[in-house]
């Protein structure tokens, strides 16, 4: 089956300024720098890492909201059209975003029920007093009472708000969302709710998401695939159960140690600091500064993504060495 989504060999690119004074400089910071992956229709692609691994970049990549410095996104096999074209602006309707933090995607002014409609004012669908049955629907159908239409954010819990971003991004039906830490701002007690939320939805309407964390107990609960990134590269991905059940790579390994739930009874990998800076990125494996396994081989050449036995993907010299040792 062809994919929803694609991304071929994205980079993104910025040109920084570095120190001060006489000894100011530039240097590129390498957000994303060579992500491909695919997302099948009603699927979920989970793609998780450190905080400033490039991430949420890929997130914006992967819906045309900034343009790759090279590289391409696809969607059902067509190549994406320019941000801000009619072609992109009738396409958006089918690619939607959740992010963070709801109360700040929220208009404060407003009322829920003309905010989940408004996507439906900016792509002309509907007549007015259809637009408002649809919100109602929609609403419904995310858990929201419909007398809650006139509520304003501020009266409703985050939960409640997380389920207006989410009955706005639904509005239009969307093929794909792109879920950017969609429950990382809410209550632990709350973050249940919507996760089910995003499962039920997708059974029911058959949607897809690119799905952002660094929590990979609730990315294992929903993804079929996972890619994990280090410095704006994926290092490893395939199956979600699988890499979850035997991650290979060396990071992978340590992200996954660290979940109580799946750890306990693995070897815990404890990771030496913080990851280099996108604008310094170290040569060759550019995880080896922080690697247990790291030879001469790892400090001088960049290993790319290597199909294994199981048809999961590794970047990683030495992936068949420590995946046996760890694996035990
Ligand atoms: Fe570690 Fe080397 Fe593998 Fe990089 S290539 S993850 S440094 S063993």
Known sequence: MSPLLEAVDLHRHYSVRTGGGLFAGKAVLRAVDGVSFRIRAGQTLG???ESGCGKST???LALGLI???SGEMRYDGER???AGSPAWRALRRRLQMVYQDPLGALDRRLPIGTQIAEPLVIHGIGAVSERRDRALSIMESVGLQRHQFGRYPHELSGGQRQRVVLARALITEPRLLVCDEPISALDVSIQAQVVNLLLDLQERLGIAYLFISHDLRIVRQVSHDV???YL???V???DAENVFARPAHPYTRALVSAIPTVGDKRERIL???DPPSPANVPPGCSFHTRCPFATAQCRSEIPTLQPQDDGREVACHRVRETALRLVA
Do not use: D, N
Request: hydrophobic residues 40%; positive net charge; charged residues 15%.
């Open 232 to 234: 704006g590269r994926i």
């Open 47 to 49: 793609l998780v890492g």
């Open 67 to 69: 343009p790759p410095s």
């Open 236 to 238: 490893e991905r395939g």
């Open 58 to 60: 890929t997130g914006k």
């Open 271 to 273: 990771l030496g600091g």
């Open 80 to 82: 994406m059209p320019a």
């Open 227 to 229: 890619a994990v990134m």
